[in-house]
């Protein structure tokens, strides 16, 4: 399959701890990028990172990317309720845009 | 204005019907993109418009049909559909074009069911 692996595919943390969810891709990449889609509705941009780049920063999110284990992970810092979603990866390369298999995330109160 | 607008927010139509998805962009980006997204999966790229050209169709078959009149909007035609077509449908755009993508903005999708 030409989609991406993402683990792990359910999490769920209480409010406060740190989510980290990973994607892995097969073919190279331009570069990779992270959304969040909320239940049934359009996916929010979260964050972009360059295949010539490792790690990348955003508010709470921090972002790496390891091309030659073809991965990426990313962690949400002191989550909030606010943060339950779905989260995908989405690598783009000559001519292919491919998202994650997606990780469902649950912050617990 | 950071928004895509997609209309209709629901549709239901028969296997014989002829409908329109409709997509909207005033951020003046070059591309914009159709994906299909089942139930618990991931978004499939359907087709990509670039400068108001098709530059990438993801082997999707002929029942639909994509249309950029011009570089705010986006259709998508549907024809003879097939219960598994039933999906979320979403459009997408963003300012990169060519090989190098960008940040996607995405609307909110249609939730289009076959009878």
């Known amino acids: 399959s030409q989609q991406g692996e993402e683990d792990p595919q359910a999490l769920s943390i209480q409010e406060g701890e740190n989510a980290t969810m990973n994607c892995s891709y097969k073919?190279?990449?331009?570069?990779l990028q992270w959304y969040r889609q909320n239940s049934g509705r359009g996916l929010v941009h979260l964050i972009l990172i360059r295949s010539n780049e490792r790690e990348k920063h955003s508010g709470r999110l921090r972002v790496t990317l390891d091309t030659s284990k073809k991965s990426s992970s990313l962690l949400i810092t002191a989550s909030r309720a606010a943060d339950t979603a779905s989260y995908f990866c989405?690598?783009?390369?000559?001519?292919?845009?491919?998202f994650g298999q997606g990780t469902r995330l649950t912050i617990n109160p | 204005d950071t928004e895509v607008t997609q209309t209709p927010k629901h549709l239901v139509m028969g296997m014989t019907n002829k409908k329109s998805l409709k997509c909207e962009q005033h951020?003046?980006?070059?591309?914009m993109y159709w994906y299909k997204q089942k139930a618990k999966k991931p978004p499939e790229l359907m087709f990509v418009y670039s400068y108001e050209k098709l530059s990438i169709n993801e082997s999707v078959p002929s029942r639909f049909s994509p249309e950029c009149p011009n570089s705010s909007l986006l259709n998508l035609h549907l024809h003879a559909l097939q219960p598994e077509d039933s999906a979320l449908y979403l459009c997408?755009?963003?300012?990169?074009?060519?090989?190098?993508?960008?940040?996607?903005?995405f609307g909110p999708g249609t939730r289009l069911t076959v009878l």
């Open positions: 073919t190279s990449i331009n570069n």
């Open positions: 951020m003046g980006h070059r591309a």
């Open positions: 989405l690598f783009q390369g000559a001519q292919k845009l491919v």
């Open positions: 997408a755009s963003s300012q990169g074009v060519g090989l190098v993508y960008n940040e996607q903005f």
